[in-house]
C-alpha cells in the first residue's frame, strides 16, 4: 500500500500581476500545471488541466489512465482555445504523480510530465531530478549541443518544445516511482526552480519539519530571490510505498487522429469557416467588376454604326470600322470559315457571338498559336440601298 503526506503552495511572485500557475494534491494525485498565454489564458489551461486530469484519473487509476488523463486535458485546452478567440495560444505544463493501479490492484506512484515544470526527489538530504525539461536548451543539451551550465543561461531555456493545449498530439513522458518510505518529492514550477539552486532547494524541502512549513520556505526563499515568475510548489512524503512490478520508463504520445473521425470528432474539429459578410463583400466586387468590364467593352463595340461598301451596295454596319470584337476569317477552321460562308443564321445576336466565339476556340486548339489581334465581326446589321 502506497500512503503519502502532503502540503501545497502557489504565489504569484513579485512580478507578475496574475497567478497563471495551478497546484492540486490528495491522496491519490498531486498536479502542478504552469500556464501561459496572453491575459488570462494562461491560468485558464493550467486550472482546465489539472480539472480535465482530476475527473479522468479518478475514473481511470491507472498508468494509461494517467496518460489518458494527461491527453484528455490536451484536448479540453485545445477546444477551449478553438471556442474561445480570447483564449488563443494558451497553453500550460503539467507534472503529476498519481497512485497508479496495476492489475493485482497494487497502487504505486507513477510519474507523467510535459513541459518544464520539474520533479525531484529528496532522501538523506540529497536531491535527484527526476524530470527533463521540454525546453529547447535542454533538449540541446541531450543532444550534446550545449553543456548543462550553458543551457542554464541560455535565452532559450524558457522555450518549450512541448506543452498541454498545443497541438492535437501530445507526447508524455511517464515513469514510475522507486521510492522507500521517508522519501519526499517535489513537484514545482520553474518560478521555483529558476530562483533556487539546488542546493537551497534540497536543504529547505529536506528540512526535518512539517510539510506546509517546508513549502512555505520554499516559496518565500523564491521571492527573496526575486520572485520574477508566479511559484508553485507540491510536496510529498512517503509513508508506505509499493514499487511497480513492471516498472515503466518512456514516453507515451498520442496517435494522431484519422483525418475521417477528426471531420467528424467535436473535440477535435475546428469550427468549420463560415462565410463572413466580408467574403460575400468582395466577392459582389468581383462579380462587379468582371459585368462592369463586359458592360463596357460590349457599349464601345455597338455604340457607333457605320458606312461600307458591301460589293456595290451600301451596308450599315453596328459597331467600331476598327474592330473590337472581330475575329478574322483567317482565325477560324477551314470548316467554320466554310460555314460562315454560307451566311448561318442564328436566333439573336448572343446566340451568334457565341456561335463565333466556338469557332474561334477551336481555331486557336487547332493552331495552338494564339495570333495577337482579336477582333469579331459582328455583321448584324444590314441594309441596302
Ligand atoms: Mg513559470
Known amino acids: 500500500m502506497t500512503r503519502w503526506r502532503y502540503a ?3 504565489d504569484t511572485g513579485l512580478v507578475r500581476q496574475n497567478n497563471q500557475d495551478a497546484v492540486y494534491v490528495d491522496d491519490h494525485l498531486a498536479i502542478v500545471a504552469d500556464g501561459m498565454g496572453g491575459h488570462a489564458a494562461g491560468d ?6 489539472i480539472s480535465s486530469v482530476r475527473e479522468e484519473f479518478a475514473m481511470h487509476p491507472s498508468v494509461d489512465g494517467l496518460f489518458r488523463a494527461i491527453e ?3 484536448r479540453d485546452v485545445l477546444d477551449d482555445a478553438t471556442q474561445n478567440p480570447e483564449h488563443f495560444g494558451m497553453g500550460t505544463t503539467v507534472i503529476a504523480i498519481g497512485l497508479t493501479e496495476d492489475a493485482a490492484g497494487v497502487a504505486t506512484p507513477t510519474l507523467v510530465h510535459v513541459g518544464d515544470s520539474r520533479a525531484y526527489q529528496l532522501r538523506d538530504g540529497a536531491l535527484r531530478r527526476l524530470s527533463d525539461d521540454h525546453s529547447v536548451a535542454e533538449e540541446w543539451v541531450r543532444m550534446g549541443r550545449l553543456t548543462p551550465e550553458e543551457a542554464a543561461v541560455h535565452p532559450r531555456r524558457h522555450q518549450l518544445t512541448r506543452g498541454v493545449g498545443v497541438e492535437a498530439t501530445i507526447a508524455v513522458d511517464v515513469s514510475s516511482l522507486e521510492a522507500i518510505p521517508g522519501d519526499r518529492i517535489l513537484l514545482c ?3 521555483l ?3 533556487l539552486s539546488d542546493d537551497t532547494l534540497a536543504q529547505l524541502a529536506s528540512a526535518p519539519r512539517p510539510l506546509d512549513e517546508a513549502v512555505g520556505d520554499l516559496i518565500s526563499a523564491a521571492k527573496l530571490a526575486g520572485g520574477r515568475d508566479n511559484i508553485s510548489a507540491v510536496l510529498l512524503e512517503f509513508l508506505d510505498v509499493d514499487v511497480a512490478a513492471t516498472p515503466i520508463k518512456r514516453t507515451i504520445s498520442s496517435a494522431p487522429a484519422p483525418v475521417a473521425a ?3 470528432s467535436s473535440s ?3 469550427p468549420r469557416r ?6 460575400w463583400a468582395v466577392a459582389a466586387i468581383f462579380v462587379g467588376v468582371a459585368v462592369g468590364f463586359v458592360a463596357i467593352v460590349h457599349w464601345y463595340a455597338y455604340s457607333t454604326y457605320y458606312l461600307a461598301n458591301d460589293a456595290g451596295t451600301v451596308a450599315i454596319y453596328q459597331g467600331q470600322p476598327s474592330g473590337v470584337l472581330w475575329y478574322l476569317m483567317s482565325q477560324l477552321t477551314a470548316p467554320d470559315a466554310r460555314t460562315i460562308s454560307s451566311n448561318p443564321s442564328e436566333p439573336s445576336i448572343t446566340t451568334a457571338l457565341s456561335v463565333v466565339s466556338s469557332m474561334h476556340h477551336r481555331w486557336l486548339q487547332q493552331r495552338a498559336v494564339a495570333t495577337t489581334t482579336t477582333t469579331t465581326v459582328t455583321t448584324t446589321t444590314v441594309a441596302g440601298g
Not at 485558464?44 to 488541466?49: E, G, I, L, P, Q
Not at 463560415?274 to 467574403?279: E, G, I, P
Open 274 to 279: 463560415r462565410v463572413t459578410w466580408r467574403v
Open 72 to 74: 484528455a486535458a490536451n
Open 262 to 264: 477528426r471531420s467528424s
Open 268 to 270: 477535435f474539429s475546428r
Open 189 to 191: 514550477s520553474d518560478g
Open 8 to 10: 501545497a503552495a502557489t
Open 193 to 195: 526552480s529558476n530562483e
Open 44 to 49: 485558464v489551461a493550467a486550472m482546465m488541466t
